[in-house]
């Protein structure tokens, strides 16, 4: 089965600083990921994923990921952290083939942006 | 916006007492997934259907029961509840199996 690991529990930053959130990915074949967001009292909502092509995607609020494969890494980064982007960040794979993949999530990541 | 929503936001019942959580899509997904949320943040896929009339478990055993039988709706029944019921549920739909999902705004249930 396809998992991804996100080591940190939380992390802190200052606002203006750039942020990182990390993940790791195991996977057999081509690895297909993602990141969600979720905001206190609220669903997920969906920031990048990748699937094939440039290393580094764009995704909403300013976000972005970097691929890479030699690491087997995916962290989400933004150059400059607002205070709104305190929430839990979750890192996601797709596992299983066809019609039978679902996503498997990591145990989140809270991000603290503090001024 | 997603277009997926959850009712009740929020459910405080005693000991016994049978559950159903609504959840509803107005996107045309097939495919659509229902998570429990641990209070430390972990998601855990207990169902999930890629059509109707399909319904299968996910990775965490849940005595919950779905059914799916129009695209739009996936409840989620509990015959019994119990307080290790007590969790955050969380809705998805998908337009792809293993594609970008799309989540509601979840039930927070709390049995006593």
């Known amino acids: 089965a396809q998992s991804v690991a996100q080591p940190e529990d939380q992390v802190n930053v200052a606002e203006g600083n750039p942020l990182t959130v990390k993940c790791t990915y195991s996977v057999s074949g081509n690895p297909y990921l993602f990141w969600y967001v979720q905001y206190p009292n609220r669903g997920l909502q969906f920031l990048l994923k990748?699937?094939?092509?440039?290393?580094l995607v764009k995704g909403s609020y300013g976000f972005e990921a970097e691929f890479n494969k030699s690491q087997t890494s995916f962290h989400l980064k933004k150059p400059s952290a607002l205070v709104s982007d305190s929430a839990l960040y979750f890192c996601?794979?797709?596992?299983?083939?066809?019609?039978?993949?679902?996503?498997?999530f990591g145990t989140g990541t809270r991000l603290q942006v503090t001024l | 916006e997603a277009d997926i929503y959850q009712t009740p936001r929020y459910l405080v019942i005693g000991t016994g007492k049978k559950i159903t959580l609504e959840c509803s899509q107005t996107m045309g997904h097939d495919k659509m997934y229902w998570y429990q949320q641990d209070p430390g943040m972990e998601l855990h896929l207990i169902h999930y259907s890629y059509g109707v009339n399909s319904t299968e478990k996910g990775d965490l055993s849940s005595e919950s029961t779905v059914s799916r039988i129009r695209t739009e709706h996936f409840p989620l029944t509990l015959e019994s509840a119990r307080p290790s019921h007590t969790s955050q549920y969380l809705c998805a739909s998908s337009e792809s199996a293993g594609g970008k999902l799309f989540f509601g705004s979840g039930t927070q249930l709390s049995v006593l």
């Open positions: 990748y699937i094939t092509g440039d290393n």
């Open positions: 996601a794979v797709r596992d299983g083939t066809g019609t039978a993949s679902k996503l498997t």
